[in-house]
């Protein structure tokens, strides 16, 4: 068993080309996010809505920052596959267990790059009819944007480049890296 650790962790690592934001770096932006959004929440009843799978580790730390009570509730929404680049294609795979109709609602992205995922995902909760809706993500790829979605709190702004860690996936690998780091160049599928 002995070395059984080090073995795991270089293999996670191999997908590793660079860290972006160091796990510290992380904490203290969830810090100053939680902060921000508890004294804009302050007296309002608080329902967190994560978009699975990638924003469990932001929204779990995030929460932990709020002093205002909240509820929260999950949607799964399809559109990467095992794929680097948005398909475009959006289909909700799991849909919301609460109502939030009247509900101050905010939904956790971990990372905002085309904006057609948030966007659709935005016409779909307004519909609903809540009495506010507003978005708070990890990152964010300006450079990126087809669809501008209007976005109240972001974490880091984050050049055109395809991420892995801190619940940010290639081909469902990688979510558990503590940090953000870029995807190892060897590992990125080639444009078809």
Known sequence: MEGFGHVTQTELERGVGEILIEE????????????????????????????????????????????????IDFMAISSYGAATDSSG????????????????????????????????LMRNLTARKPASLEVVTLLTKPERR???????????????RFVIGYGLDFAERYRNLPYVAVLHADLIPSAT
Do not use: W
Not at 102 to 107: A, I, Q, Y
Not at 147 to 156: A, E
């Open 146 to 160: 087809e669809i501008d979605v209007p976005v109240r709190y972001v974490g880091f702004e984050i050049p055109n």
């Open 89 to 120: 294609a959006v289909r909700i795979l799991k849909d919301l267990d609460i109502n939030v109709s009247g509900r101050h609602v905010l939904v956790v992205e971990d990372i905002i790059d085309s904006g057609l995922t948030l966007s659709y």
């Open 24 to 71: 510290e770096a992380i904490q203290t932006r969830i810090a100053d996010l939680g902060a921000e959004i508890s004294a804009d929440y302050a007296g309002r009843d608080l329902l967190l809505v994560g978009v699975l799978k990638g924003a469990v580790f932001f929204m779990a730390d995030l929460m932990r920052e709020l002093t205002v009570p909240c509820e």
